[in-house]
């Protein structure tokens, strides 16, 4: 299957690397409208989220992106990710707007306050993960339809609706694959339900 | 403090492929952002006028700082002048996101640079080779920059410092276990990052151009050479039209290997800063820092 990661900013190569030790993945960069619609699935890596809405809006590609998502493609997006998809952002427009999720951004502060915990991840793993917050927003409020995967502190930071999976921390920065696979798991799942 | 230092270099890592500018208040910087820069330089006067009007040039007014930080939400960076701890301190206090130990300041100690593993700040700082910058990778920096030479609208000393990396990197991949040691004393670098280099092919932080970049050509043309993104300094808010510039340099930076697209956003950008040629001028900032 063909995984894409938004080519616009960020940790684009960190997640390329990770799809890459996954057995059958073939790891792309996105970032042309013909790139997004062969994908089958896309990952909205970690960077400025204002930097790639952006870019995203200039080169026309935010239609395209909601269309596909809308139409059931899995994407799974990583801090700057999560914002990009929010319905809604504390104290400024949203992009995307395709999950019923509203967020705050750098919601821990300055990147002083940038963080580590070690924390399973249930359903997604089981023994603990460490989870890397990098001037990171979390989810202050969500619609029903929305699964919380993972909570630090009262403060949702995983999360799930229906083809759309969201992590306020960054597994594309650590070594493991977990967060990963189980997106990939999606992917196969709605490959084979439609 | 190794957690720390990997945060801090994951930040680095978190803006790659993007454009960070130099910015002299709150309303610069909110242009900035809005033309997609993944963060600001806060500075009191930008590399050009710093050349023109001469002096000591200092770590800006931390007043000046916070208004940039409370107008975007981008990271906020800022300039101390090397060797300098006590500035480093204050801007730790203010919790600024990231420091640059910057040439561009007049600097402070002659002969030291900051013990960055002492801080919990990320910093960024200059480098002219492979040596250079495994020196201050050795000293904590957690984010390098090739200097180029800012303030002056030309390109040529970016260009020539981060094509010295790259010779750099690839003379020591090809070395023997055995002549590494002394590729490492020859260069002034630690050991065990030269041996790390040499090993995974690339530094072990995230390295930006900056020094010199003024048209969306010039950003590409760096990212060309394999930099993770760049800085621009006074090309941006020197030139005709900052807003229109700036934004046109970002694009050219997600597009680099597009010429058709650096080609469209590069009409009609006005007058860029005027540029100065390398034997014009009197003070060589890359020349700073030991």
């Given amino acids: ?194 | 403090m190794n957690q720390r230092y990997e945060l801090n270099k994951n930040l680095a890592q978190m803006l790659k492929g993007g454009v960070i500018m130099d910015v002299v208040t709150a309303e610069q910087a909110r242009i900035a952002e809005e033309a997609g820069a993944v963060a600001v330089m806060a500075l009191e006067r930008v590399p050009a006028d710093i050349r023109k009007d001469g002096g000591v040039a200092r770590m800006s007014d931390p007043k000046m700082i916070k208004s940039i930080q409370e107008a975007v939400s981008i990271p906020v960076m800022a300039k101390v002048r090397i060797g300098h701890i006590m500035e480093a301190k204050v801007l730790e206090a203010i919790k600024a996101d990231y420091i640059d130990e910057s040439e561009v300041l007049t600097p402070a100690d002659e002969e030291y640079h900051i013990d960055k593993r002492a801080f919990a700040i990320p910093f960024v700082c200059g480098a002219r080779n492979l040596g250079e910058a495994l020196r201050r990778i050795g000293e904590g920096a957690s984010m390098i920059r090739t200097k180029g030479e800012a303030g002056t609208g030309n390109v040529v000393e970016a260009v020539r410092h981060m094509r010295q990396i790259n010779k750099d990197i690839r003379s020591i991949r090809t070395m023997d276990s055995e002549e590494l040691m002394s590729a490492a004393k020859e260069m002034g670098a630690p050991f065990h990052l030269v041996e790390q280099v040499a090993k995974e092919g690339h530094l072990p932080v995230v390295n930006f151009a900056a020094g010199g970049i003024a048209t969306p050509a010039d950003a590409a043309l760096m990212m060309q050479l394999g930099c993770d993104g760049v800085f621009v300094g006074s090309g941006i808010f020197k030139s005709a039209n900052p807003k229109k510039r700036a934004e046109a340099i970002v694009k050219a930076v997600t597009y680099f290997n597009d010429p058709l697209i650096v080609a469209e956003v590069s009409e009609d950008l006005g007058e860029p800063m005027v540029g100065i040629n390398m034997d014009e001028i009197n003070q060589v900032y890359a020349a700073r820092g030991w």
């Fill in chain 1, 1 to 194: 299957m063909r995984i894409g990661v938004l080519d616009i900013q960020g940790s684009v190569e960190e997640h390329i690397h990770h799809l890459q030790q996954i057995p059958d993945v073939e790891a792309v960069r996105a970032k042309t409208p013909a790139d997004l619609s062969s994908l089958d699935g896309l990952i909205i890596p970690g960077g400025e989220s204002t930097a790639i809405a952006k870019m995203l809006h200039a080169f026309k590609l935010v239609d395209l992106l909601k269309e596909r998502i809308q139409d059931g493609m899995p994407v799974y997006g990583t801090c700057a990710g999560m914002i990009l998809l929010a319905d809604s952002i504390e104290g400024e427009s949203g992009h995307l707007g395709v999950m019923d999720i509203r967020v705050k951004r750098n919601a821990y502060g300055s990147q002083m306050d940038s963080f580590i915990a070690e924390l399973p991840l249930p359903p997604i793993c089981d023994r603990a993960l460490p989870l890397v917050f990098i001037r990171a927003p979390y989810i202050v409020s969500h619609g029903d339809s929305v699964q919380v995967l993972t909570m630090i502190e009262h403060k949702i930071v995983a999360a799930k609706q229906d083809n759309m999976l969201v992590t306020s921390f960054h597994p594309e920065l650590t070594e493991h694959t977990d967060v990963h696979r189980y997106f990939i798991q999606m992917v196969r799942e709605s490959k084979q339900s439609h």
